[in-house]
């Protein structure tokens, strides 16, 4: 099975999954031995669908500027006088 192959075979299945749970009332439903039905006719054939496509980031997502923020920063620890340090101690 070819890469072109398994591309058209996820692109049916997301198709056919959107149109079930879309038409028929029950596919929006859970089952006992499923779980929820639209994680399964939906959800996975298109994570698998978007990882044959080796994860590409929406480009709305890549037009949006970064947030720039300043990285947190390890505290010093406290540092006791001396002379508590013999009392601490004892």
Do not use: C, E, N, Y
């Amino acid at each position: 099975m070819t890469h072109r192959d398994l591309d058209s075979i996820l692109r049916h299945a997301v198709i056919l999954g959107a149109l079930a749970v879309l038409l028929v009332p029950a596919a929006r439903g859970s089952s006992q031995w499923f779980g929820w039905l639209p994680l399964w006719l939906l959800g996975m054939p298109l994570a698998a669908w978007w990882s044959l496509r080796r994860f590409p980031l929406p480009k709305v997502a890549l037009r949006l500027p970064r947030r720039r923020r300043a990285q947190a920063r390890r505290r010093q620890p406290r540092r006791v006088a001396p002379a508590l340090q013999g009392a601490r101690r004892a």
